[in-house]
């Protein structure tokens, strides 16, 4: 199986361009974009995506609290979840990691390796344990 | 008839009243000499006189009243007259200075006077020590001796009291001086127990000044801060001087410092000096938490403008004629400047705030450079600038975080290959000092650092007054955190100029053995 799917949540509209851009016109991922915790919560059960791509700092739901809230609902138990954040002192990267996320990619980033790095993530948590 | 003035009356007089004798209640060191002097020498009166503007006052006496009589009528008003000589008067009623007074013509009648003056070093008599008879009578020679001998104690005993006077107001001086200060101050003897403790650190620690003194810490504080506290407490009995922070339960933060000082070798005890840090402390938060919210609001816009033109460059968008990649090529290295000036500037925050973790590993040296000149490959090809690794013949290891390692290494090699003539070599040489260090040096055959700007290599922003560095880009705080995180790992960097020109910056660290390394060869 390969990645195809991806919930996208950054409330920054200009970040949220070119990942958009990067994602779904350059590398054809199937991408659901969304603006804020509250509203990917609202949309990811119908959506089931593969891999969720979550921004830290948002107004409302922060991401910790938007991971918190999608491992409760149906069939997003396990989904695999990176942080995509400018917050990546160690102790912070250490933080997101023990809340069960998958990855932490940090910005900013670079455009042209972003699907490799997400890709990479992915499959490494596809791998039996 | 009344008494002339002394020559030195107002120096006298300004003598007397510093003295503080004036008026205070009887004691029995004076009063003990009175006795002697009227037993001594048969007299039924005796008194300590004192001799004001216009009174004299008794400091003590014996068979009289104590109390005061003016100066016109003092006999002792006479003797002062004459500083270094008993005044004799075997009957008052034969003597034209007293004949008229009235204690002779009316009560109680006095006829006998002796008086020996009260005289400082100084030549001031303060008073006298005088006999009192209402018979006529004579003094032998054995006791004027006695009179004039005592008159000397009574000056001893004023002399004891003036330096112990003078040692009070000393001492309410240092009180003061050390109640005005903002400063916690204390002192405790061998033991422990508190000689001394200022306002600032009686209120500090709301200790009451009445039942401090001989306690120790462990009997007064509570019980949190004595735990907090001991081990400093034990380095310093121990004739250590030590310097901490101690945060309270209330949140307050002193940086406290103990100062051990000796007597004869032997440690007799400890002054405590403190100061409330707690608003420096505050302002460090707020300070943390001010950088750490600057930098991601910087780096979010970067995201958006690093990210913009990564893709416009790539010709994700469609091809570029020449200008406009070179335009968007000036932006995009410029947005990667200011992305690596911000990382610089949390790392230096970090470094100086104690807040960077250092994992130290013993690491073979070989291994780590081919890994930074690995990482470092792809700037140099930009610059067109290759490396050339040259490694001691065995394995050599160096206790280090590799991480840090090799951050400090990418600064030192990025240097050099910035300025580096194209195609041009930079070495990276590493060669044993001695048994116990090891250098790592840098090699470049760039211009130069001139000789008057190389005292200032190592220090933040360092290249902000250097024009042509400036042209070279970078932060200036890559060297600064360098040797920041080089010395955090008990490490040293340096800097020499080759003879051949160019520049050598090296670091330096004790070599470690390998513990791990050298169990795993055993067992193969």
Request: glycine share 6%; hydrophobic share 40%; charged share 25%.
């Amino acid at each position: 199986m390969t990645l195809s799917r991806i919930l996208y949540v950054e409330d920054d509209p200009d970040i949220r361009t070119i990942c958009v851009m990067v994602l779904e016109s350059l590398h054809g991922f199937a991408l659901e974009v969304c603006c804020s915790g509250e509203e990917a919560i609202a949309k990811a059960e119908a959506f089931a995506p593969q891999l969720v791509l979550l921004d830290v700092m948002m107004p409302g739901m922060d991401g910790p609290e938007t991971l918190a809230a999608l491992r409760r609902l149906p069939g997003l138990e396990k989904t695999p979840v990176i942080f995509m954040t400018a917050k990546v002192q160690a102790q912070e990267v250490e933080a997101y990691l023990r809340l069960g996320a998958l990855g932490v990619i940090a910005k900013p980033f670079d455009p042209m390796s972003l699907s490799d790095q997400l890709r990479q993530l992915w499959n490494k948590s596809q791998e039996p344990n | 008839m009344r008494a002339a003035l002394p020559a030195n009356e107002s120096q006298r007089l300004r003598y007397l009243h510093r003295l503080g004798l004036l008026d205070t209640p009887s004691e029995s060191d004076f009063d003990d000499v009175t006795l002697v002097a009227a037993r001594a020498c048969g007299v039924p009166m005796a008194a300590i006189t004192l001799i004001d503007e216009d009174r004299q006052w008794l400091k003590s006496c014996v068979g009289m009243e104590r109390g005061e009589t003016s100066r016109e009528l003092a006999f002792c008003a006479h003797t002062i007259l004459d500083p270094q000589s008993l005044t004799l008067v075997e009957d008052a009623r034969l003597d034209q200075r007293f004949s008229d007074n009235p204690q002779v013509t009316g009560a109680p009648g006095l006829r006998f006077y002796a008086g020996a003056p009260l005289t400082t070093e100084e030549g001031f008599a303060l008073g006298a020590l005088c006999l009192v008879d209402t018979q006529p009578r004579q003094l032998s020679l054995e006791q004027q001796d006695i009179l004039r001998a005592l008159a000397r104690q009574v000056m001893q005993q004023i002399r004891l009291r003036e330096t112990l006077t003078d040692l009070e107001r000393t001492r309410d001086k240092l009180h003061l001086l050390a109640d005005s200060v903002p400063v916690l101050i204390g002192q405790l003897d061998a033991e422990g127990r508190y000689v001394f403790c200022n306002r600032k650190y009686r209120d500090w620690w709301g200790l009451d000044p009445q039942w401090l003194l001989g306690k120790t810490s462990a009997e007064v504080l509570p019980g949190a801060l004595v735990r907090g506290l001991a081990p400093y407490l034990a380095r310093a009995l121990k004739g250590e001087e030590v310097e901490f922070e101690l945060e309270d339960a209330d949140g307050r933060v002193i940086a406290a410092h103990y100062l051990p000082h000796r007597q004869n070798e032997q440690l007799a005890g400890i002054f405590v000096l403190a100061s409330d840090i707690s608003q420096r402390k505050q302002m460090e938060l707020l300070k943390n938490a001010f950088v750490s919210s600057v930098s991601h609001e910087l780096r979010t816009p970067l995201t958006s403008i690093s990210g913009a033109l990564g893709l416009l460059l790539h010709g994700q968008t469609g091809s570029l004629d020449e200008p406009q990649k070179k335009l968007l090529d000036i932006a995009h290295k410029n947005s990667q400047r200011l992305m690596y000036l911000i990382n610089d500037l949390l790392d230096m925050e970090k470094l100086l705030a104690g807040k960077m973790r250092f994992e130290l590993q013993p690491a073979d040296v070989t291994s780590l450079l081919e890994k930074a000149l690995y990482e470092n490959t792809t700037y140099a090809s930009s610059y067109q600038v290759r490396f050339a690794l040259i490694t001691p013949r065995h394995p050599l290891f160096i206790c280090v975080d590799e991480q840090r390692f090799l951050q400090a290494m990418a600064n030192l090699l990025s240097n050099a290959v910035k300025y580096s003539p194209a195609d041009s070599l930079v070495r990276v040489e590493c060669q044993q000092l001695g048994a116990a260090r090891l250098r790592v040096s840098v090699i470049d055959r760039g211009p130069g650092v001139p000789e008057d700007f190389r005292s200032n290599l190592f220090q933040k922003f360092s290249q902000a007054d250097n024009p042509a560095a400036r042209r070279k880009g970078g932060t200036g705080l890559g060297l600064a955190i360098t040797r920041e995180l080089v010395e955090k790992m008990g490490g040293q960097v340096g800097f020499s100029a080759p003879q051949e020109g160019g520049s050598c910056f090296y670091l330096e660290f004790p070599l470690v053995e390998n513990v791990a390394h050298e169990t795993r060869e055993k067992r193969e």
